[in-house]
């Protein structure tokens, strides 16, 4: 069974500085997509950033940006210039491509706090 | 609306009572899935429809859990003889298919279980 473990449940931050949070996950699959998905107090999840694990090249969306290592198992956030709006919960979330079901499966979260 | 909706926002009942929790999802989207979030915690997967049918009920934690679809569009997750923990955040989401992993999500509706 596959598992994503984020070891760090609170982060805080200064606005425009740049933070890093953390991802292990755990998977015998060699073809699956791993993500970041974003929670503000809305309850709303929103989807940040999506890596295919058979592309070496990390993702990028803006300020928002990945270090996807596979040998390691390691899927890390990188937020630039931290904004206010940045201030939510962040899950990373696994998904295996085999069976297409779609089902992610999620960590337990780091809330991210970004001060003024 | 443009996107998931789900109602009610907040449900309180008792211990035994019978609850049904609603989801429209985004117009033409054929997957639907439902999650459960406890507090502090990340979501876990409840149920995946393709369509009509349940394609995936694998995370649905007992027999006193029931979802369904009827026409492929709005979903509705039942639970019978609700329990204190059963108190959680049920969210929705859905999705093309094949839009590799792009859930949106709804906002969620809290139950609580005295």
């Known amino acids: 069974a596959q598992t994503v473990t984020q070891s760090q449940p609170e982060m805080s931050v200064q606005e425009a500085e740049t933070v890093t949070l953390s991802c292990t996950y755990d998977?015998?699959?060699?073809?699956?997509?791993l993500f970041w998905y974003k929670q503000p107090p809305s309850r709303q999840m929103i989807l940040v950033i999506r890596q295919e694990a058979y592309k070496q090249q990390n993702a990028t969306e803006n300020r928002f940006s990945v270090n996807f290592q596979k040998a390691a198992k390691s899927f890390s956030l990188k937020i630039s210039d931290s904004q206010l709006g940045d201030t939510a919960m962040y899950f990373c979330a696994f998904m295996s491509r085999s069976g297409n079901t779609g089902k992610l499966i999620f960590g337990q979260g780091t809330t991210l706090q970004v001060k003024p | 609306g443009a996107g998931v909706s789900q109602t009610p926002s907040n449900k309180v009942t008792e211990k035994g009572k019978y609850v049904e929790l609603r989801c429209d999802p985004i117009?033409?989207?054929?997957?639907l899935y439902w999650y459960r979030q406890s507090l502090g915690q990340g979501p876990e997967f409840l149920i995946y429809?393709?369509?009509?049918?349940?394609?995936?009920d694998s995370g649905l934690p007992n027999d006193r859990f029931f979802a369904v679809r009827p026409e492929g569009s709005v979903s509705t997750l039942k639970i019978q003889r609700t329990e204190r923990g059963d108190s959680a955040v049920y969210l929705c989401?859905?999705?093309?298919?094949?839009?590799?992993?792009?859930?949106?999500f709804g906002e969620g509706s809290r139950l609580t279980v005295l």
């Open positions: 429809f393709q369509g009509t049918g349940a394609a995936d």
């Open positions: 117009s033409g989207h054929t997957a």
């Open positions: 989401a859905s999705s093309l298919l094949g839009s590799a992993g792009e859930l949106f």
């Open positions: 998977t015998s699959e060699s073809n699956y997509y």
